[in-house]
């Protein structure tokens, strides 16, 4: 595959898409069974509170993949993706209920570099609060 948009078409501030991404404790059991990681702070609420958490939180590696789809959707390309790096600020809180929570993910240009080659910065929020800071992602573009 090929990136779909062109580094010619692209200037510093070009906004992508912005997405948002439901999590529920059910997403968080998938991804547990995936990924290998069962530390129960992500499934077990009475575990999670009894260790400070407010209650069951994602993963953080979850909310760091679920913030990059807005990049990989953007291009049409995951191996687009040369670089990509991120702060782990927040937690992302998965209530117990029907909805869960909601990961709310922007992104723009903030740099063109060499080699057809751009920085994105995503910001990346749940609950109000910024979950990931530093966020950023360098893509290669057609």
């Known amino acids: 595959m090929t990136?779909?948009?062109?580094?010619?078409?692209?200037?510093?501030?070009?906004?992508?898409?912005a997405q948002s991404f439901p999590v529920t404790r059910a997403t968080l059991v998938q991804y547990a069974g995936a990924s290998g990681d069962f530390n129960p702070i992500h499934w077990n609420e009475k575990f999670a509170k009894e260790v400070g958490l407010p209650d069951v939180i994602a993963h953080g590696?979850?909310?760091?993949a679920e913030a990059i789809r807005v990049?990989?959707?953007?291009?049409?390309?995951?191996?687009?993706?040369?670089e990509y790096g991120v702060r782990f600020t927040k937690p992302v809180v998965v209530p117990n209920d029907d909805k869960g929570a909601t990961i709310e993910v922007s992104g723009k240009v903030a740099a063109k570099l060499d080699n057809n080659k751009v920085r994105v910065d995503l910001t990346v929020m749940s609950a109000g609060l910024k979950v990931l800071g530093m966020s950023r992602a360098v893509v290669r573009l057609a």
């Open 3 to 17: 990136a779909k948009i062109a580094y010619d078409d692209v200037e510093v501030g070009t906004e992508l898409p």
């Open 61 to 64: 590696m979850f909310t760091m």
């Open 71 to 82: 990049v990989t959707d953007w291009t049409g390309d995951p191996a687009a993706v040369v």
